[in-house]
């Protein structure tokens, strides 16, 4: 139990510190909200005054006057709360969505890149949501209807001491209740929200292979499966709000004892003509808001269990560390790399074991080597995308000057990565993600190097053709190379191609291969490749076998 109050803490926590932005504005909503509930409570009193009023036959009208004003007042206030919780409900969610995609963006690739996408996106939505629901509703909710509570009990212990006290019967009952209920609806809601993680995750990922779903005829599967996994959200969600139910029901069985005692301690007082008949009503209205609160915070515990939940999910992925990300202070014209006692594996399995080479600055080298070998994880270790498991990588200059690989040296790195890597948009706008300020000039430049002017010049809208997801909208070969003109525009100091040739022709290669000779400053190249044809132009040679690299000078 104490272990589960320090999570519920923790993530309350992380919750208002989320909010803190907008705590002001969520106070001035609590004010507004609270001065309704007090005007509520003083009509109650005035009712009373209505009622005893008139039956001496003394002037209402007064009264009746006041009431209309409360009532007016209440109304303007209770519609300006709404609004401001609208408007802070909007800037909360986005407030989460922003930090946490900002802390996503910046954390390891490797640690993200274990969440599936589908799963990382549901929890910067409906979590997200949720979490800014519950800040602005069920927390500020809470708040009021304590206070409510506290306001209410004491007007009615006013009025009768025994009657307060068994309203307040409920309470126990309430706190009780829901406390055992909130341990199983915490679980629920949990399965809840992973099976709307699977159904997004299935959701995204057959419609960005809907070529595949087609080209295997499984269309029907896919609804089918589609279906099955809303089922099993169905099967969560209805027992969710089943325990909920039979929560709210036994705190509602326990309320209307509770109206039924005050009722009949009412009527016998009456009878024994203790009390008016105002008094009565007050007694009536009072009880049931005394109860109301108790009612409607048991209510709001699945939202808390909720609100905890999904905080718990997001702030799983804010706690995903952010990358080492080192500054480079060395001079960065020409760079090589230092590959020491390197080793690397993958949860379990061993790809490069106590490795240890060179890439002189200048040099162009080509790793070739069989599928699944380790070429493409030397990239993403030379890039920083995953960290060694021993030895150490580093990046020198010609000055003898050495820096350490991290996220920092990417900046001096230009990359073309193995597949359709383009992303929605024009083709200029994916150039431009290699260097923002581009002039049209350099653009042009790029693409001609690439090869990959021509065929941009026959398409109607030129560089401002528009292209789908993965480059739809032009052929795979095309695609590479305006990935490859997105590299060559960064003019980086080292240049990376992972079999980005792979679909050109032996011409059409030739062409990109001396346009990259013809870049200035002339980069140092790590090209991957399975094309013999390639070596010609390269300087040496690293051939990986059991788990080595090794150079040979060509
Ligand atoms: N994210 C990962 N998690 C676990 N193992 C991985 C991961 N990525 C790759 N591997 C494994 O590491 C090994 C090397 O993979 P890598 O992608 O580096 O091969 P490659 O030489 O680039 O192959 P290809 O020529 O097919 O692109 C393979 O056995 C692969 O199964
Ligand atoms: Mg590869």
New binding site residues.
């Given amino acids: 139990m104490k272990e589960r109050l320090k999570k519920y803490f923790h993530s309350l926590k992380w919750v208002l510190n989320n909010a803190k932005e907008y705590r002001f504005r969520i106070l001035l909503m609590l004010v507004f909200n609270l001065a309704v509930i007090g005007a509520s409570l003083y009509t109650v009193i005035l009712s009373k005054q209505i009622i005893d009023n008139a039956s001496l036959s003394l002037s209402i009208t007064g009264i009746i006057v006041l009431y209309i004003i409360i009532m007016l007042a209440m109304q303007l206030i209770g519609a300006a709360g709404s609004l401001l919780s609208t408007l802070i409900e909007e800037k909360v969610s986005f407030g989460i969505r922003k930090s946490v995609y900002d802390k996503i963006i910046r954390a390891s690739w490797?640690t993200v890149?274990k969440y599936h996408t589908g799963d990382i996106v549901t929890r910067l939505t409906s979590d997200a949501g949720n979490v800014a629901d519950g800040v602005i509703y069920t927390l500020p909710g809470i708040i009021e209807l304590s206070v409510q509570l506290i306001m209410v009990f004491f007007t009615l212990f006013y009025y009768s001491h025994f009657l307060a006290l068994l309203a307040l019967i409920v309470a126990p009952v309430s706190v009780g209740v829901s406390w055992l209920f909130a341990r199983r609806l915490k679980g629920l809601q949990k399965k809840v929200q992973e099976s709307e993680s699977a159904y997004h995750s299935f959701l995204q990922e057959s419609l960005a292979n809907l070529l595949i779903v087609k080209a295997f005829t499984n269309e029907d599967y896919s609804v089918d499966k589609l279906t099955e996994l809303r089922k099993e959200r169905f099967k969560w969600v209805f027992k969710r709000s089943k325990t909920g139910l039979m929560g709210s029901t036994t705190i509602g069985l326990a309320f209307q004892i509770g109206y039924l005692s005050a009722f009949t301690y009412g009527a016998l007082q009456i009878s024994k003509k203790v009390i008016t008949y105002g008094t009565m009503s007050v007694f009536l209205t009072l009880v049931n808001r005394v109860q109301g609160p108790i009612i409607q915070l048991a209510h709001q515990i699945p939202k808390l269990v909720s609100l905890f939940t999904s905080a718990e999910r997001i702030m799983e992925l804010s706690e995903i560390p952010a990358e080492e990300k080192l500054d480079v202070n060395i001079d960065t014209t020409r760079l090589g790399v230092k590959v020491d006692n390197l080793t690397f594996a993958?949860?379990t399995?061993t790809?490069l074991e106590n490795t240890s080479f060179r890439i002189e600055p200048g040099d162009s080298t080509v790793v070739m080597?069989?599928?699944?070998?380790?070429?493409?994880?030397?990239i993403?270790l030379v890039m920083s995308f995953v960290k060694p498991t021993g030895g150490s990588i580093s990046f020198y200059n010609p000055q003898g000057e050495e820096t350490p690989g991290s996220a920092g040296i990417r900046k001096y790195i230009a990359y073309v990565p193995?597949g359709n890597t383009l992303f929605s948009g024009t083709i200029k706008e994916n150039i431009l993600a290699g260097k923002h300020d581009a002039t049209s000039e350099e653009i042009e430049d790029a693409l001609k190097l690439a090869s990959a002017y021509d065929f941009i010049s026959e398409l109607p809208d030129g560089i401002d053709t528009v292209i789908g997801e993965k480059g739809f909208g032009i052929s795979e070969g095309q695609a590479q190379r305006v990935a490859i003109a997105r590299a060559f525009i960064k003019k980086a100091p080292f240049l990376i191609l992972?079999?980005a040739t792979s679909a050109l022709d032996e011409a059409t290669e030739q062409k990109v291969i001396s346009g990259l000779q013809q870049l200035t400053p002339r980069p140092t190249c790590l090209i991957?490749t399975?094309r013999k044809s390639i070596l010609k132009y390269c300087t040496q040679e690293l051939v990986?076998s059991d788990k080595k690299l090794t150079a040979h000078r060509q």
């Fill in positions: 490797h890149n993958y949860d399995e790809v080597g069989e599928s699944g070998i380790g070429k493409t994880t030397l993403r193995q992972d079999e991957i399975h990986i």
